[in-house]
Nanobody, 117 residues
């Protein structure tokens, strides 16, 4: 059974930092893209940032210059370093993994990030 273990969420003051980690395991096929999405109350889930196995990155305009995505291909792990956090970054953050074969997608269970003073 596929496992995506997310960690690193929590409560932080505006201007603070958090680092999210998502470690994938028990996936039968090689992973292509790993990424982070978020969903705030009453809003649709949106892409935060994604990174391919070759290192190509996509990110939302709202997080550019503040968030950095990276991955360790050997460990099937993706990281999201979030700096200069704002209250509008408050959301549940979900990890998404997509395989090379058949574009199978696997979602993590989500981790809450709350930015508040």
């Amino acid at each position: 059974q596929v496992q995506l273990e997310e960690s690193g969420g929590g409560l932080v003051q505006p201007g603070g930092s958090l680092r999210l980690t998502c470690a994938a395991s028990r996936i039968a096929f090689s992973i292509n893209t790993m990424g982070w999405y978020r969903q705030a109350p009453g809003k649709e889930r949106e892409l935060v940032a994604s990174i391919t196995s070759g290192g190509s990155i996509k990110s939302a305009d709202s997080v550019k210059g503040r968030f950095t995505i990276s991955r360790d291909n050997a460990k099937d792990t993706v990281y999201l370093q979030m700096n200069s956090l704002k209250p509008e970054d408050t959301a549940v953050y979900f990890c998404l993994v997509t395989t090379w074969v058949m574009d199978y997608q696997y979602w993590g269970q989500g981790t809450q990030v709350t930015v508040s003073s």
